[in-house]
């Protein structure tokens, strides 16, 4: 009889990017102007939505929301990658790791359905103007937001829990830059064929059912649009949707190609790059296409920075 003989793993290392470990300084510097812009464009956005009486609206809740999940979602990932940066691979505990994992999937999957909110928010608004008042006040605003909270935590809680689990026993070391579900379950040493299956499967629901959603809500947008009289209102409505399209496609697109695959094994290099546009670019994005062209946005911080000023004048005098 052959005895196995298994070394239980108390910890990981996370390898981070070793090919470009000599321009660790440099992207240290590069990422970490990238989270603090993120990070500051967000507080904004939630600052001002919740001192401004005139954004106090379905909208720019929802907006203020997806800004505050943001800025939860990036925190969760982004402090550990500059840490790599600067000195290389970093260790990190068992329990340290699964919380992550945890962290990132619940804070990922509350903004992709938050998304899928926001979009049919903006068909209201845009396809049913005359019922948007009534069917998106802010009762069913926060109802909406509560579902967007407890959704992802009864769907990721159960298989975290399996995965916390499992037997790890072999290689210690992750081949990406924070403890991602796919590469964690690729290291144990117990039989994770249900838990891979699992993992699929609430990953592809999360991501495809908020990306149908979205889909439809701005299918009938675009249609709306083009049966607008003025072609200088089609331009403006175009140009803003263009630009909500492009964060939502960079968002969806690296997601459905890390986690909308049986098989995670032979993608882990690749799914380090995908990882890093949508744990610093799009949060880097976000902010600054959801307000550039928005008027009441811009009225906003004007009334704000005026009073900032007025009040150190009060001050000084």
Request: hydrophobic share 50%; with cysteine; proline share 4%.
């Amino acid at each position: 009889m052959e005895v196995r003989n298994e070394t239980v793993i108390r910890g990981f290392i996370l390898e981070g990017f070793p090919t470009i470990q000599y321009l660790g300084n440099l992207f240290f510097l590069v990422h970490l102007l990238a989270y603090v812009a993120s990070i500051t464009g967000n507080m904004v956005i939630i600052i001002i939505t919740w001192v401004d009486y005139r954004l106090q609206t379905p909208m720019y809740i929802l907006l203020s929301t997806f800004s505050f999940f943001e800025c939860c979602f990036i925190t969760t990932v982004v402090p550990k990658l500059l840490s790599i940066f600067l000195s290389g691979r970093q260790t990190i505990s068992f329990t340290a790791c699964v919380t992550q994992a945890f962290s990132f999937l619940f804070f990922g999957s509350i903004i992709f359905f938050l998304m899928a909110v926001m979009s049919l928010d903006r068909y209201l608004a845009i396809c049913k103007p005359l019922h948007y008042p009534t069917i998106m006040n802010l009762k069913t605003c926060f109802l909406l937001v509560m579902i967007c909270c407890a959704l992802p935590f009864s769907l990721i809680t159960g298989l975290v829990v399996k995965v916390f689990q499992l037997s790890f026993c072999g290689p210690h070391v992750i081949p990406h830059f924070f403890c991602d579900l796919g590469p964690l379950i690729h290291l144990s040493c117990s039989d994770t064929r249900s838990i891979e299956m699992l993992a699929f499967v609430l990953t592809s629901f999360i991501l495809l059912t908020s990306l149908i959603i979205t889909i439809i809500a701005y299918s009938n947008i675009v249609v709306t649009i083009l049966q607008l009289p003025s072609a200088k209102e089609k331009k403006k409505a175009f140009s803003t949707c263009s630009s909500h399209l492009i964060v939502l496609s960079l968002m969806y697109g690296s997601c459905v190609f890390i986690y909308v695959k049986p098989k995670q094994t032979n993608r882990m290099d690749s799914n380090r790059e995908a990882a890093l546009v949508n744990t610093v670019v799009t949060p880097l994005l976000n902010p600054v296409i959801y307000t550039l062209r928005n008027k009441q946005v811009h009225q906003a911080l004007r009334d704000a920075l005026s009073w900032v000023r007025l009040h150190k004048q009060s001050f000084r005098g």
